[in-house]
């Protein structure tokens, strides 16, 4: 299998979180202050993977009181130097086939950028954009002046999500072999997702043919200790629906599919939050760090950054 493939290249996976954290936190780390771009513009000139990008951005709503959050309304010093990293051929996802043309990813905490989604999406079949609905309007814009070598798409979130406790719009899904054969190349598609009380579900493939994902994406969305729980619950439903897909394909005797893969890019910015969330994520899943070695320049260790593999725990 192509994951174990990638896991043996990365090691043994975190055995103490305590560990982790302290070995990451006793570097002398560069001061990045928050993190931002540049939180005063309105608009960003970004070249990416050789792509030149405009991106719309909305300080007003960063320094805005809005209930639920507002640092999803720029564009974070991370996210350009992931993104370029994640697309690149050498990227161990696509050295060990994890990624591939017909792969599908999902990515959580988007904020209104798109960036990780229009120099990713190119390369495989379907990418789902997914925030609190206060960034669609801007994520939208970006998609739409970007959408030179990617198709975009918006998934209606009345077929896309359920509330908690309630049940699925969807309909049942055909039978799928995990990819999405359905979506045309590089399309992109954004719908709402609270992780406090929207319902994970098959339906945010937004395919009548995929029931689950290859590559569930999160690029520094982790900011306070109350967030955590909710965010690593809908990395482990969504990688969840991998599982359940699998045990039906092996039913009918088809193929077995690997796991997902959730991969987390963060700014090593507060101790007591990181580790909250190393914690908590170690229960649920395996967890691994991406070594120097596999990182662009900008990305390694002692840079600020740090990047997690997480593969969802059988027990």
């Given amino acids: 299998m192509q994951l174990e493939s990638l896991l043996q290249l990365l090691g043994d996976p975190i055995q103490s979180p305590d560990e982790e954290i302290f070995d990451l936190f006793a570097q002398d780390l560069p001061s990045q202050n928050l993190g931002f771009v540049d939180a005063k513009a309105t608009t960003l000139e970004l070249t990416i993977a050789d792509r030149d990008l405009t991106i719309h951005q909305s300080p007003s709503i960063l320094s805005s009181t809005r209930a639920g959050g507002t640092t999803g309304a720029v564009v974070w010093r991370i996210t350009p130097l992931f993104a370029q990293w994640l697309c690149r051929s050498s990227n161990p996802l696509f050295a060990h086939a994890i990624l591939s043309p017909s792969s599908l990813a999902i990515e959580l905490g988007c904020g209104i950028s798109g960036i ?8 495989i079949a379907r990418y789902v954009l997914t925030d609190q609905p206060y960034v669609a309007k801007l994520v939208l814009q970006n998609l739409a002046e970007n959408e030179s070598t990617t198709t975009t798409a918006r998934s209606k979130s009345s077929s896309a999500k359920a509330k908690k406790g309630g049940s699925s719009s969807s309909s049942k899904h055909a039978k799928s072999s995990g990819t999405a054969a359905a979506a045309a190349p590089g399309q992109i598609a954004f719908t709402p997702l609270d992780w406090e009380t929207d319902e994970v579900t098959a339906a945010l493939t937004g395919s009548s043919s995929a029931k689950s ?8 969305c982790i900011y306070n200790e109350a967030l955590v729980e909710p965010f690593v ?27 997902s893969v959730c991969v987390v890019a963060q700014q090593l910015r507060n101790p007591d939050v990181f580790g909250a969330w190393l914690t908590c994520f170690a229960r649920s899943f395996r967890v691994w760090r991406v070594p120097d070695s596999m990182l662009d320049d900008g990305l390694e260790s002692n840079s600020g950054f740090v990047i997690h593999i997480g593969v969802l725990r059988e027990d």
């Fill in 116 to 123: 990780v989604a229009l120099c990713l999406a190119p390369r």
């Fill in 213 to 220: 994902f290859d590559l569930v994406v999160a690029c520094d």
């Fill in 233 to 259: 619950s809908a990395c482990a439903d969504i990688c969840r629906l991998r599982a359940v897909e699998q045990q039906q394909e092996q039913e009918q005797g088809d193929t077995v599919l690997q796991p």
